[in-house]
C-alpha cells in the first residue's frame, strides 16, 4: 500500500488566524482583532480546513465554534504559537548591547537595591543602567520572557530555571487599628494572631504574595479574610483602620501602610521575609552575572 502523501505545511499565520477565531468566537471580532479583512479571513480558514481535510469550525447563527476536531486543532496551535513566542522571547537578551542592563523591581524596593547598584556602576562605569518598575502581575513574566535581565522579588521564586541571591531579610509586622487590644504590645507570638481576620486575596496578586501575607506554613487552613480584595497600600490600611482586618507586611513595607490609626507591631516568632535578586539560570553574560557580584561584595561588607 502505498502510504498517503505527507500533508503541506502549516504556516503560522494559519494558526495565528484560528486561533484568534476560536477566541474571539466571531468572524467578525477576529478579523477587526487581526487587522485582516472579513472575507479574507473566512477564506483562510477554509483553505486550512481543505488542507487538514476536516471541518475545524461551525459556522452559527450567533458566531462561531469549534468541532471537536477544531478544539483539539485550537489547544495545540495555541501551544505552538506560544512556544514559538518563548523561543523569541529567549534571544531578547542577546540581542541587547553588552553596555546595557535593565533591572526590574517594584516601586517599593528600590530603595534597597541602591547601594549594591551605586557598587555596580562604580565598576562598571560603562555600562548603562535601566530600572523598570514591575506591577504584581508581571512577577517573573518580563523575566522570563528576557525583557528585563534582572528581577528584585520577593518572596524567592521556586523554579529551577532562575537563580535567586538573597539580599534581604526583613522581619514581620502586624498591622493593627490603634484600639486593638494587641495593639500595645513590643511585639506578638504567631498564636496571638492566629484567628484574626486578614484582607482577602485580589486575582491580580500573584498567589504566593497571598501564603505568605497569610502565612500559610504555619496554618493547617485558610484563614478568615474579608470580602473586600485590596490591590493597594491605601487600601489595606483603610481595611486595617476601620477595624475589619490586621494584616502581615515586612518590614520594607510599612511606610505606606502605618501611620494616623493604624500601628505596626514586631511579629517575633515567624521567618522574616527574604528578597531575592533573580535572574535566568541560562542568561550568564558577564554583565548580568557582575551585578550578581556587586550585591554579594554588600551583602559581605554589610555583614
Known sequence: MTPDPSPPPIDLRQLQYLVVVVEEG??????QRLSVAQPALSQAISRLE???????LERLPRGIEPTPAGAAFFEKAREALTAVEEA????????????????????????????????????????????????PQQRTVELRRGRIDAELMFPPPRD?????LVVLSSPRYVL???????????????????????PARHPSVPVDWAREAWLMNYRGS??????????????????????????VLPGFMLSASEGDGVRAVLLADVEPVEVALTRRRDDTRPTVLGLFDAARAEIADGS
Open 26 to 31: 466571531q468572524i467578525t471580532r477576529a478579523a
Open 50 to 56: 481543505s488542507q487538514l481535510g476536516v471541518r475545524l
Open 88 to 135: 523569541h522571547d529567549a534571544m531578547h537578551p542577546w540581542s541587547r548591547s553588552d553596555t546595557r542592563l535593565r533591572l526590574g523591581y517594584l516601586p517599593v524596593l528600590g530603595p534597597m537595591a541602591r547601594p549594591w547598584l551605586r557598587r555596580y556602576i562604580s565598576a562598571n562605569p560603562g555600562v548603562e543602567i535601566e530600572t523598570c518598575h514591575l506591577s
Open 160 to 164: 529551577p530555571e532562575l537563580e535567586c
Open 176 to 198: 493593627m487599628h490603634d484600639a486593638h487590644p494587641l495593639a500595645q504590645e513590643e511585639s506578638l507570638e504567631y498564636a496571638q494572631i492566629e484567628r484574626e481576620r486578614i
Open 222 to 247: 485558610d484563614p478568615e479574610v474579608t470580602k473586600e480584595q485590596p490591590t493597594s497600600a491605601d487600601e489595606v490600611w483603610a481595611l486595617v483602620s476601620a477595624g475589619k482586618a490586621i494584616s
